[in-house]
Nanobody, 116 residues
Framework: QVQLVESGGGLVQPGGSLRLSCVAS????????GNWYRQAPGKERELVAS????????NYADSVKGRFTISRDYDKNILYLQMNSLKPDDTAVYYC?????????WGQGTQVTISS
């Protein structure tokens, strides 16, 4: 079954860190660009970070540059998002995404809440 499953979200204080994981099954994730999106209440879904196939290049939203890092584990077929220096504005549901030949594939999302 072709799917993406995210994990790693939670409640963290401002300044803290989290690492999100996205396990891909049914396809080789590194053959495709991998993306992390987020959606906060009342806001549109936005692209947070992206990595090209085989990890050649990465891109980040201005709001997370220098704080978030996207990476892959090629052996385990996993996409990661390391999030440091978290702020309340980072609170959102985070989604893993890959655009396959059959169309857009989304995970179910994982909630990240930054609050003291």
């Amino acid at each position: 079954q072709v799917q993406l499953v995210e994990s790693g979200g939670g409640l963290v204080q401002p300044g803290g860190s989290l690492r999100l994981s996205c396990v891909a099954s049914g396809f080789t994730f590194s053959d495709y660009r991998g993306n992390w999106y987020r959606q906060a209440p009342g806001k549109e879904r936005e692209l947070v970070a992206s990595v090209s196939s085989f990890g050649g290049s990465t891109n980040y939203a201005d709001s997370v540059k220098g704080r978030f890092t996207i990476s892959r584990d090629y052996d385990k077929n996993i996409l990661y998002l390391q999030m440091n220096s978290l702020k309340p504005d980072d609170t959102a549901v985070y989604y893993c995404n890959a655009f396959l030949s059959t169309g857009n594939l989304w995970g179910q999302g994982t909630q990240v809440t930054i609050s003291s």
